[in-house]
């Protein structure tokens, strides 16, 4: 979603970068021996340092190009992360040790520290990024980028480093997703496979380019698939965020939050 608001490029590979930061993250404590929280710090520089490297030696190759093609190329990388990955880590399923254990009691429910974290760095985040490209010059800079990269580039913007900067935000973030995400879901190679095409489906029906609309769309996928799950027959939970998916492309593209884009060719 960073990357398509900023460069319109829709990035396939975004779930394998989180399983790249998950794997990282799980060899700094396990291997080296480091503490939570400075390996999680070491994922974000390494996985994002990564995006950025991508993006100037690969990426920035397709900028202009048909979305099909970009789709093709993000597909293919990804496929070629969990290749690396199979074969630097292996096909084992790990854990990863987190401060985040126990329950918590609140009025009869029980809460798990794991599910709270993840709530609460995902509102953290969020909040972080709207301020971030709503009222700093980066962030407005990138949205200009997006609208129109020669007229970015006329007004002394370096649309090439904006680039380089999206994506290494992006695979940051995704990096520490995968973080927070590996002690529920385990980590291995395919981690991030079921991840991104749910987080493609909340991004549509929240609106692409709207930070709010992925948090919107994010949280109103989780609730259906909790609801398909708890009264539709086996298998329609797993469907169900794609079925919604499809609806909302039918009947409003541009998603909750988004708004429809003209440009003039």
């Known amino acids: ?5 900023a460069t319109e490029l829709v990035n396939f590979a975004q779930g394998d970068l989180l399983m790249l930061g998950a794997f990282v993250a799980y060899m700094a404590v396990a291997w080296w021996g480091l503490d939570y929280w400075l390996s999680f710090l070491i994922a974000a520089l390494v996985v994002g340092a990564f995006g950025a490297l991508l993006d100037m030696t690969v990426l920035r190759r397709v900028i202009g190009q048909p979305q099909f093609a970009v789709v093709m190329l993000t597909i293919g990388l990804g496929a070629m992360f969990r290749t690396f990955a199979s074969v630097t880590w292996g096909s084992e399923i790990y854990t990863l040790p987190t401060p985040f254990s126990g329950v918590t009691q609140i009025a009869g429910v029980t809460l798990s520290h794991q599910y709270l974290s993840i709530i609460a760095a995902t509102l953290i985040l969020c909040s972080v990024l709207y301020v971030f490209f709503s009222h700093t010059r980066v962030g407005v800079a990138m949205q200009a980028t997006s609208q129109n990269q020669l007229a970015a580039y006329c007004m002394g913007i370096p649309v090439k480093l904006i680039f380089s900067l999206v994506w290494a935000i992006s695979a940051a973030v995704a990096a520490a997703a995968g973080i927070l995400l590996a002690p529920v879901t385990l980590i291995d190679t395919n981690m991030g496979l079921a991840v991104a095409l749910k987080a493609f489906a909340a991004a549509v029906v929240g609106g692409f380019g709207s930070i709010p609309g992925a948090l919107a769309g994010g949280i109103t996928i989780g609730l259906i698939e909790l609801y ?38």
Not at 1 to 5: N, V
Not at 244 to 251: K, N, R, S, Y
């Open 228 to 265: 398909a799950g708890a009264t539709m027959p086996e298998g329609i939970k797993n469907t169900a965020p794609y079925i919604v998916l499809l609806i909302m492309l039918a009947v409003r593209p541009q998603g909750l939050f988004g708004t429809p884009v003209r440009k003039r060719v």
């Open 1 to 5: 979603m960073l990357i398509y608001k």
